[in-house]
């Protein structure tokens, strides 16, 4: 069939309302409708590529899907072929993930599939296999080949899948991946998933006031513990909007960062911010919220100073949680000189206690915390020692490591 032909009789074909048009309320300029980029062969789109590069895209793009939802379009990647590079896009209408990867592009054209599908096919294929995928651009399917494995996978069109739309940006500068990596791996464990607050669903990244003067902080709060930690202020990100980003985004972030010789793109706006390396790009919107002055609650008067072994103290508090009860996880310390007494009576349940020999030269001090968030925030703690700064038995407690003011995290009492 004659391209003009199949033109013709495409003409005739009555134009149906995408589903997710009808999804998205009337202004949303967040997404597009994919358009025709290329130029399409009988037959549609036909590439070869690794098992495990082809792995490792579709895994980025399959974890953004949402498992359930209502619009089947979106548990679908958007797979575009051209030239000699493959991309797989995928999103939830809230974040953007796009893959590029090489391949040997024997036909260009763009399909989408079942994300979640598609990945466990090619996890379980053999390492080393070539994959091709064919597209035969009439019957709706995807045909999957590797050795003597064959696949054929429902398709839907194109032209239904949402793209975000792209936006100015604020502020764009580059940082080291192991500095990004730093701020959100010892941050997120303090993020709220409290709808109802859901402000505090993310880590609010802004430019604050340190010590050492400007700085790129990340901030997460539950309102029972609280990170703070701070960065030197990358080159450009000097006008940066401060932004609430998402959970789920700091997530896939992560994805992206276990490399420490790469250096990220991060472009901020009031609206979203995107992560970008040389394969992926990671666009997110931002919550829509204001994040709370969090600085009203990191105590500035504590002088009660406990030094002690980070991992001696949380492997003693977990081993004396073991028997407090599952509800209150409540842990008592017992300060005196130079002794740190863990201690756990649980009725139902037994009783446990443990001593440590610790730095501490002031008054006697008995205080109680929630074993977990102790554990998590002994664990952020790379050298040594761990700083205990305390005030009074009700009053919030911080905690550093040694001297170093760029990660502060606060935890807020309990009764005992």
Request: contains cysteine; hydrophobic residues 40%.
């Amino acid at each position: 069939m004659s391209l003009a032909m199949r033109a013709a009789l495409d003409a005739l074909v009555p134009k149906q309302h995408s589903p997710v048009k009808q999804y998205l309320a009337p202004g949303d300029e967040w997404f597009r409708l994919n358009s025709p980029a290329y130029e399409f062969y009988e037959g549609g789109m036909k590439i070869s590529i690794e098992r495990g590069t082809l792995l490792k895209a579709v895994g980025q793009a399959q974890s953004v899907v949402e498992r359930r939802n209502t619009i089947p379009i979106l548990a679908n990647v958007l797979i575009e072929a051209e030239g000699d590079m493959v991309s797989f896009r995928a999103t939830d209408l809230d974040i953007e993930v796009v893959d590029k990867c090489n391949a040997m592009v024997e036909r260009a054209g763009a399909t989408t599939v079942s994300a979640v599908m598609l990945h466990e096919i090619v996890r379980k294929l053999p390492d080393g296999a070539m994959v091709q995928l064919t597209d035969d651009g009439t019957n709706g399917r995807l045909t999957v080949e590797a050795g003597r494995s064959n696949f054929s996978l429902a398709t839907l069109p194109k032209e239904d899948f949402p793209m975000m739309a792209s936006s100015e940006y604020d502020s764009n500068f580059a940082i080291p991946a192991p500095v990004l990596r730093r701020l959100f791996d010892k941050s997120k464990f303090a993020i709220s998933t409290e709808e109802t607050r859901y402000y505090l669903n993310g880590v609010f990244m802004h430019i604050a006031d340190s010590e050492n003067g400007k700085s790129l902080r990340c901030v997460a709060t539950d309102g029972h513990r609280l990170a703070r930690i701070d960065a030197v202020l990358p080159d450009g990100a000097a006008e940066m909007p401060g932004v609430i980003v998402p959970r789920k985004t700091v997530g896939e972030l992560r994805k992206l960062l276990d490399d420490d010789d790469m250096t990220i793109a991060v472009s901020v706006s009031e609206a979203k911010v995107r992560f970008a390396t040389p394969e992926i790009t990671l666009t997110s919107k931002v919550i829509d919220g204001t994040f709370p002055d969090y600085t009203r609650v990191i105590p500035v008067g504590n002088t009660r100073k406990l030094e002690v072994d980070a991992a001696d103290f949380a492997k003693a508090v977990d081993r004396v949680a073991t028997v407090s009860s599952e509800r209150s996880r409540a842990v008592k310390l017992t300060l005196e000189e130079d002794k740190l007494i863990l201690s756990v009576n649980a009725p139902d349940s037994g009783a446990a206690e443990e001593e440590l020999a610790v730095a501490y030269n002031d008054e006697r001090l008995e205080i109680g915390f929630n074993a977990k968030y102790l554990l998590e925030i002994a664990s952020q703690v790379d050298r040594e020692n761990a700083v205990f700064l305390f005030n009074s038995s009700g009053d919030p407690t911080l905690m550093r490591e040694g001297n170093d003011t760029s990660a502060v995290y606060v935890v807020m009492p309990m009764r005992v």
